[in-house]
């Protein structure tokens, strides 16, 4: 096992209350460390702006990691919530030399920019954040420090670039699991519905190299345009469902084009798309909805046409640990992207404890192994985009129903196995 990944799993799991120990090579666990003062439940105000200094500023002591997340405007609530789940990190994974910066960034990308360079001037060693895939790329620009490692809440891969890591699960890797499942299930014949926006093209791309690697094959695409009216929805739905303007009998007897559709789409657009796929005569009762997007803080249980359709997400085990920790230090429940303030923030403790130096062993956040968190397992590809190990989950009148626990680990190929 990597060790890496034992001392992650460590620090992550003690705060978690989980027995879990740094891997010795001896078979016995290190005992726990000492419990220190819990963090406080507030988000203290941004630093104030620094003028840029003609002169270079002196290193200063410590490990310093910046967390830029919106702790003003629209997003304060949501930036505060990451504070608080950084701080609780920091309390679990953190050494004494570890400095928590926060910065504001507005929730927008020039306040990002001007957060990224305000750390930047304070001796930042690594960014962890912001959210937004447009602050993302804001941040990493006005930066503008090739060796500056910045941890992103986000999973816009548009923000990919060299040294930058995106902790936010994107779109193939729900796409990947759900078709390889139903093709698992013997369902190989896929269609796939997609809104014509890059997140929809996206994921058709990635259905489709999912089927091939999988012996399935897309038989039928379609894609709808944002802002239709809904006759002309229900009409392009209709079309792609293969469906006669007028219903007849013999029609609504024949098979199905597929016998699993993956729907590329989100909130209302989801519910609205699986809807109008029934109407046109798509029985989920004989055809198996796939649905991406799917927030397991806002499952659709109010939409028939989605009882019984599979979504893929994180082992809910995990996050159930950390949100209960973090309710009891701050008295509220998390938000499902505090988690990953709380896996960035310890992973950069982990690495700073590590460093050689004075710069970061990123070579570590590749380890085929992998780390353990808020979310489940995880691991980094080389091009900076996570691979979670993700469950297969059934959506049901009551709630969410497990239909295929998440992999355990990563095999050498970094591939989830059971």
């Not at 004989?286 to 499952?299: C, M, N, S």
């Amino acid at each position: 096992m990597n060790t890496a990944f034992w001392r992650f799993a460590s620090f992550a799991l003690l705060g978690l209350a989980l027995a879990a120990c740094e891997h010795s090579g001896t078979g016995k666990p290190s005992p726990p460390a000492p419990r220190a003062k819990a963090p406080a439940a507030t988000a203290p105000p941004p630093a104030p702006p620094q003028p840029p200094s003609a002169a270079a500023p002196s290193r200063p002591e410590g490990f310093r990691a910046a967390l830029l997340a919106p702790l003003s405007g629209r997003h304060a609530e949501l930036g505060a919530a990451m504070l608080n789940a950084a701080q609780l990190a920091l309390y679990d994974a953190a050494g004494e030399d570890f400095v928590l910066m926060p910065m504001d960034t507005v929730g927008h990308p020039a306040g990002a920019a001007q957060a990224a360079r305000q750390s930047v001037q304070r001796g930042a060693d690594v960014l962890l954040g912001p959210i937004f895939g447009s602050n993302v790329t804001a941040a990493t620009e006005a930066a503008d420090a090739p060796n500056l490692p910045v941890f992103a809440f986000s999973n816009d891969r548009t923000a990919l670039r060299p040294g930058v890591w995106l902790f936010g699960l994107p779109p193939e890797e729900e796409v990947r699991r759900l078709v390889g499942h139903a093709a698992g299930e013997g369902r190989r014949r896929l269609g796939l519905l997609a809104y014509d926006t890059g997140f929809g093209r996206y994921a058709a791309g990635a259905a489709a190299r999912a089927a091939r690697a999988h012996g399935a094959i897309v038989v039928r695409q379609g894609f709808l345009a944002p802002g239709l009216d809904a006759k002309e929805l229900s009409e392009r739905v209709r079309r792609f469902a293969g469906a006669p303007v007028k219903r007849t009998p013999e029609a609504d007897e024949r098979p199905p084009p597929f016998d699993a559709v993956l729907i590329a789409a989100e909130g209302e657009a989801l519910r609205s798309a699986a809807a109008l796929l029934a109407f046109h005569g798509i029985d989920p009762k004989q055809v198996r909805y796939l649905a991406t997007g799917v927030r397991p803080d806002r499952l659709p249980l109010d939409e028939p046409s989605l009882a019984g359709a599979w979504y893929a997400g994180s082992p809910p085990e995990a996050f159930d640990l950390f949100s209960r920790r973090y309710e009891a230090v701050y008295g509220a429940a998390p938000p499902r992207l505090a988690g990953l303030a709380y896996d960035a923030t310890a992973i950069a403790a982990m690495l700073s404890a590590d460093r050689r130096a004075g710069a970061l062993d990123m070579a570590a956040l590749t380890a085929p192994d992998g780390f353990f968190g808020a979310g489940g397992f995880f691991r980094f590809r080389r091009d900076g985009a996570v691979q979670r190990a993700l469950a297969i989950f059934e959506i049901a009148p009551d709630g969410p129903r497990l239909v295929d626990p998440a992999p355990e680990r990563f095999d050498t190929e970094a591939r989830p196995v059971g």
